[in-house]
């Protein structure tokens, strides 16, 4: 009996200890990180309940007891910038080293596709990653994720801005940081939440969505897990499936021969390329494994030496074949891909390409513009963008929830909430392509989420945003509406909001390329607002012009500026002024004839004898705009009037 009762006290003893959890840090805390300087940097994580926590860096010793829940939280009092350290978290059972800690200044960098864009698809990224041993710039890769109710914990780790790591970082943010650097010579943090193709609503809480009645509809009815979402996903997939190729997908041996020159593709479909599949492309939110073929002719004498094979980006793993020979394979869904052929891949005659593409989650396709899709020798140079044959292989595993665009909040809760309230500086925002349907509501939905991200940090820190650039959406211009022009009105409107700034990139963007490849600019700009609205350091001329009011004498507007520097410049060599255009009461607009008159600019249109309203930079693509102050800064794009827009009547939709 006593052995028992022994017996019983050592398995007790096993048990409570097994079940004793160790001390543990949320994810956001690694080594290499960087803490924010001059703040009070709160430090938490998980333990045993009751269980005593040390936190030691940097000289400081702190302590805390886990709640019955067994989270615990300290603060750290504010440091002067510095480092390297070591951040010591000791538990009872366990201790946490995390080695190379830095103080400096922390970013949030968020958004879509042109945040998420990384380093190694940027213009300028040949010349600029050899170089870039920056170890005082860090970026925490945040993973992406989805949730319908809000998380802890994050997955991804902080790493040092070096050549071999600098491809995987975002491009604006590293420009951005590196110029901060620069300015400050201190540490920069980046945490990189970023997620290609999302509305601004998937990165707002449930609870700022349910405060505003116009938005509340959207967050009212959320499903309690995404089962019903996943049924109606499967559905939709199985009769896209049907409408393609009636319902049939390859054996995996049949899928190894689709490479092959002697593969009969006459009954494939045929897709214009370069382009997202999502989109015009015709197979709508869908992942998966897609083949694509073109046949092409080579004339009988050409010369066949140094043959290249380019395609663009292409979103995300292409396994790239020629006359079934395997030439390439890249993992990246924003790097370009150029394959030099081996001797003897390319015959006279009939050729043919074959690409399987792999798209994991988001976009898929052929994403980069036609120019870049080549087949090109020492004498020859065939374009390949137009028509491909197609066919689905695979139909890619549902990911719970499908995308982050299913129902509102998904993104805060996955990939914000858990990251609060670790010490930031402050927030860059690249984002609005995928709002711009809904521009007019945009108006609330972008400064709710800036005031939903500042109350829950419980600071209104600086919040800097791209405005969006020039790109022909769906030719919108005066005439007949511009979604992405009510877009950035909208984005010109937020900055009512205190400690904001923006980076307008009209004059940088691709007018075929929602992407646009120049990241060094928007970096820069971002830092040049960042050091007026953070660091107290720039006057008003990083603003850029904005207009402040219009006068009317006779037939001529007479525009006055403000944030004008130094004074307003026309940067053409014949110092003409572009993107200005009149109307009159009729509310039709003429191209108009525009002159820098000292702080002011003088329009007037021969067809309006009084004007009553003028655009400026109002189209999707607007890159001809060229009106700046003499630091270098674009005026922002602007309207007069406010007749009504082509996007007003465009809601959120209820999930119901």
Not at 395 to 402: E, I, S
Not at 465 to 472: E, R
Not at 627 to 639: M, W
Request: charged share 20%; hydrophobic share 40%.
């Amino acid at each position: 009996m006593n052995r028992l009762i022994r017996y019983l006290f050592v398995l007790g003893l096993l048990i409570t200890h097994i079940a004793l959890a160790d001390v543990r840090l949320p994810n956001v805390f690694g080594s290499h990180m960087v803490l924010q300087r001059r703040k009070p940097v709160p430090v938490w994580g998980w333990a045993d309940p009751g269980e005593k926590v040390t936190v030691t860096v940097n000289a400081q010793v702190k302590t805390a007891k886990a709640g019955k829940d067994g989270k615990w939280k300290i603060t750290l009092d504010p440091m002067e910038a510095g480092g390297p350290y070591q951040f010591v978290v000791k538990g009872k059972r366990n201790t946490l080293t995390l080695d190379d800690v830095l103080t400096g200044e922390v970013w949030i960098c968020s958004g879509q596709s042109n945040m998420e864009w990384s380093l190694s698809a940027a213009a300028n990224a040949k010349t600029e990653i050899p170089t870039a041993n920056y170890p005082n710039i860090r970026q925490l890769q945040v993973r992406k994720a989805v949730s319908l109710t809000p998380k802890d914990d994050i997955l991804g780790n902080w790493s040092v801005c070096t050549p071999e790591t600098a491809p995987q970082f975002t491009a604006v943010g590293y420009f951005f940081a590196k110029q901060l650097q620069q300015e400050l010579n201190v540490p920069i943090g980046l945490i990189n939440t970023s997620w290609g193709g999302t509305h601004s609503e998937t990165w707002t809480s449930r609870e700022a969505m349910l405060s505003d009645p116009e938005l509340n509809p959207a967050v009212a009815n959320l499903p309690a897990d995404f089962s019903a979402t996943d049924q109606k996903q499967n559905e939709r997939l199985k009769q896209l499936l049907q409408e393609k190729q009636g319902g049939m997908l390859p054996s995996v041996a049949e899928e190894k021969t689709w490479s092959k020159v002697e593969v009969n593709d006459s009954q494939w479909l045929t897709m214009k390329l370069p382009q997202a599949w999502e989109f015009q492309g015709g197979l709508p939110n869908f992942d998966g494994v897609v083949w694509f073929r073109r046949e092409v002719i080579i004339p009988a004498d050409a010369d066949l030496t140094n043959a290249k094979l380019s395609l663009g980006s292409i979103d995300d793993i292409d396994s790239t074949f020629v006359n079934g020979q395997f030439v390439g394979f890249t993992n990246s869904y924003n790097t370009p891909r150029s394959y030099k052929l081996p001797d003897g891949a390319l015959k006279p005659g009939r050729n043919v390409i074959a690409v399987r593409v792999n798209d994991t989650g988001g976009g898929g396709g052929f994403i980069g513009e036609a120019g870049d899709m080549t087949l090109s020798t020492a004498k020859l140079n065939m374009p390949l963008a137009g028509d491909w044959r197609y066919r689905i292989a695979r139909v890619g595993a549902l990911a719970a929830g499908g995308n982050p665009n299913t129902y509102a909040t998904l993104l805060f809760n996955a990939m914000l909430k858990p990251l609060i309230p670790y010490a930031i500086e402050g927030a860059i925002w690249y984002q609005g392509e995928s709002n711009a349907g809904r521009a007019y509501q945009y108006r609330k939905a972008f400064p709710l989420m800036i005031q939903d991200w500042r109350q829950r940090w419980g600071y209104d820190f600086p919040f800097l945003f791209v405005q969006l650039a020039s790109f022909n959406a769906a030719n919108g211009d005066s005439q007949h509406g511009s979604s992405w022009a009510e877009l950035r009105e909208a984005q010109a409107l937020t900055l009512q909001l205190p400690n904001t700034g923006m980076a307008v990139t009209s004059d940088i963007g691709e007018r075929t390329d929602i992407h646009p490849k120049n990241k060094l600019d928007v970096g820069k700009r971002l830092a040049a607002e960042a050091m007026r609205v953070a660091y107290q350091k720039n006057d008003d001329a990083s603003r850029g012009p904005q207009l402040e009011k219009m006068t009317v004498e006779g037939n001529r507007a007479m525009l006055t500026f403000r944030n004008i520097g130094t004074g307003l410049l026309a940067k053409d060599k014949y110092g003409y002024l572009k993107g200005f255009e009149v109307a009159g009461a009729d509310q039709k607009f003429y191209f108009a004839k525009a002159e820098i008159q000292g702080n002011s600019v003088v329009v007037h249109a021969d067809s309006v004898t009084v004007p009553v309203a003028v655009h400026y930079g109002w189209a999707d693509d607007n890159g001809e705009v060229n009106l700046y102050n003499k630091e270098g800064f674009p005026a922002i794009p602007f309207r007069t009037d406010t007749w009504k827009g082509i996007t007003e009547a465009v809601k959120f939709p209820d999930p119901k």
